[in-house]
C-alpha cells in the first residue's frame, strides 16, 4: 500500500465515522424532540372491588372557586361529556358519579447528545447538550359522591400539542377514557 492510498484511505474511513456518528445524533435527537411533543397516557388506577356497573351516569365537577377556567381546561370540560356518554356515562346533574379533570403544567429537563461537529471521538463522548421544556400534565378521576374516593383514574403525563388542538384533545380523550370501566382481574 503506498503512502497516498493509506490516507486517502484512512481520510475515507474517517469521514465515514463521523458521518455514522452524526447521523446517530440526529436520530437520537429527532426521537427526543417527538417523544417531548407527543402526547402520553402514563397510567390507569382504579379502586379494587368497585362495582362499575352500578354507575349509568356522570357529572362534571362544577369549576374551580374563582370561575376562572384555562383555554386548555374550557377545551376539556366542553368535549368530555360526549366522550363519557360514549362510554356509557352520560351527563346528569346529581348523579353519584363526578368526572374531576385537573391539570398542571411543570417544568421538565430533557437532554440530547451534542450536535457540535469538532466531538467525534465516540465512545467517549459524553457532552449533552440540556435543555428545559414547559409540558401540561392530566389527571382525570371519576369519584364516587357517597363512599367519598375516587374509583378510576387515568394520568397523561404530558399534553404535548393535544393542548391547542380540538381534533388531537379529542383523540387524547378517547384513547385516555377507552380504559374505562377498567377490565375483570383475571386469575
Not at 3 to 30: D, E, P, R, V, W
Request: proline share 4%; net charge positive; aromatic share 8%.
Amino acid at each position: 500500500m503506498t503512502q497516498g492510498s493509506y490516507k486517502t484511505s484512512h481520510k475515507a474511513k474517517k469521514n465515514q465515522n463521523i458521518g455514522a456518528k452524526f447521523l446517530i445524533k440526529l436520530g437520537m435527537a429527532s426521537w427526543l424532540l417527538t417523544c417531548c411533543s407527543s402526547s402520553k397516557v402514563a397510567s390507569y388506577d382504579y379502586q379494587k372491588g368497585s362495582d362499575f356497573k352500578q354507575y349509568q351516569d356522570c357529572r362534571l365537577e362544577p369549576k374551580s372557586a374563582d370561575g376562572v377556567t384555562g383555554l386548555v381546561e374550557a377545551r376539556i370540560q366542553a368535549i368530555l361529556p360526549e366522550i363519557l356518554a360514549g362510554q356509557g356515562l352520560p351527563m346528569k346533574e346529581g348523579s353519584n358519579l363526578v368526572c374531576r379533570v385537573r391539570l398542571r403544567d411543570v417544568e421538565r429537563l430533557a437532554s440530547s447528545p451534542s450536535m457540535h461537529p469538532w466531538h467525534h471521538t465516540w465512545p467517549y463522548d459524553c457532552d449533552r447538550d440540556v435543555y428545559s421544556y414547559q409540558a401540561t400534565e392530566m389527571l382525570i378521576q371519576l369519584l364516587d359522591v357517597k363512599k367519598r374516593e375516587v374509583v378510576w383514574q387515568a394520568y397523561v403525563s404530558s399534553l404535548g400539542r393535544a393542548g391547542k388542538d380540538e381534533a388531537k384533545l379529542r383523540e387524547l380523550l378517547v384513547k385516555t377514557l377507552a380504559e374505562y370501566p377498567p377490565k375483570a382481574d383475571e386469575k
